[in-house]
């Protein structure tokens, strides 16, 4: 087997088990619920095979969080303006979209509440690090940045467990518009 084909045979492995992880996830509610056996048959692998990736069940859901947030947290520091802003809004939520399967099932679980708390407070940390760095500083745009973005990650949550009838784009939208508004809003009164 030649490089190209070992690197997409793993890649296609590492998905499978990722994906029957996050199905199991979702049906028991927890990782100790969870065998090896359990995953290799879902991922319709030998148990041989997912040892050759991961030494145990946690290392999957590792894994998979830790791609999460390379993805959502790494490379948006330098937010500053309401287009950054809105990059940022547009990046994570494209991100999440297009892994719907697996993050359906692993962010409908209880055991995904604290990455979505990861992910409210990194939001909240980068959002209001570029109101100040544009000169917005009180406790007011703290408090409505706040409600805006937890108020969103709460329907996001609501949206993967299917208690919602909105797409991730509405969300998406609507916490776009309430950003920029802040923004704005803020910015024009610190003026």
């Known amino acids: 087997m030649n490089k190209s084909s070992y690197v997409r045979a793993t890649t296609k492995n590492r998905r499978k088990i990722q994906s029957a992880f996050a199905e199991l996830l979702a049906e028991r509610g927890s990782i100790s619920n969870i065998t090896v056996t359990d995953l290799a048959e879902r991922a319709e692998i030998t148990r041989g095979t997912f040892y050759n990736y991961y030494n ?10 830790h791609e999460i947030e390379k993805q959502l947290f790494s490379e948006y520091d330098a937010m500053d303006t309401a287009e950054s802003i809105e990059r940022y809004v547009d990046e994570a939520f494209a991100f ?14 209880d055991a995904s509440n604290s990455f979505l708390a990861q992910f409210e407070n990194e939001m909240n940390r980068r959002v209001l690090a570029a109101m100040r760095r544009s000169g917005v500083e009180n406790k007011q745009i703290e408090l409505e940045l706040l409600f805006a973005i937890d108020g969103a990650i709460a329907i996001v949550r609501k949206y993967y467990r299917q208690e919602v009838a909105l797409s991730l784009d ?22």
């Not at 145990?56 to 969080?65: K, L, S």
């Not at 999440?96 to 679980?109: F, H, N, P, V």
């Not at 509405?170 to 802040?182: A, S, T």
């Open 56 to 65: 145990n069940i946690y290392e999957v859901g590792a894994e998979i969080q």
């Open 96 to 109: 999440l979209g297009k892994q719907e399967g697996i993050y359906r099932e692993l962010l409908a679980s």
């Open 170 to 191: 509405e969300i998406r939208d609507y916490l776009k518009g309430k950003l920029r508004w802040l923004f704005e809003h803020y910015l024009a009164a610190s003026a």
